[in-house]
């Protein structure tokens, strides 16, 4: 079963950039989609852009177009969420999963991301 580590979160101010990374492993990463969310403290988890492994068919949500870009490697191992123009409402642990038809939704264990003066 394949398996996900995230890295990449830390503290930048308002207006910063950073790059997030999931690490998939443990199995065949073919025929995924893997999906980027975030949870606030006191909110919803929310969908924020996914990528699928076998044709890099990407979307974001509308809350951070032009702002965030998936993409990964190739072959695609990693996922990239890279993030620009942070501002406090990006503020949340951010997760990825991967999801494939027939097959129980993976989740890694999130990184933490501050945007803060």
């Known amino acids: 079963q394949v398996q996900l580590v995230e890295s990449g979160g830390g503290r930048v101010p308002p207006g910063g950039s950073l790059r997030l990374s999931c690490i998939l492993s443990g199995g065949n990463v073919n025929d995924y989609t893997i999906n980027w969310y975030r949870q606030a403290p006191g909110k919803q988890r929310e969908f924020v852009a996914k990528?699928?492994?076998?044709?890099?068919?990407?979307s974001v949500a509308d809350s951070v177009k032009g702002r965030f870009t998936i993409f990964g490697n190739n072959p695609i191992n990693t996922v990239f969420l890279h993030m620009n123009a942070l501002n406090t409402g990006d503020t949340a642990v951010y997760y990825c999963?991967?999801?494939?038809?027939?097959?129980?939704?993976?989740w890694g264990q999130g990184t933490q991301v501050t945007v803060s003066s």
């Open positions: 999963n991967a999801e494939k038809a027939l097959t129980a939704t993976v």
């Open positions: 990528i699928t492994t076998y044709d890099r068919e990407s």
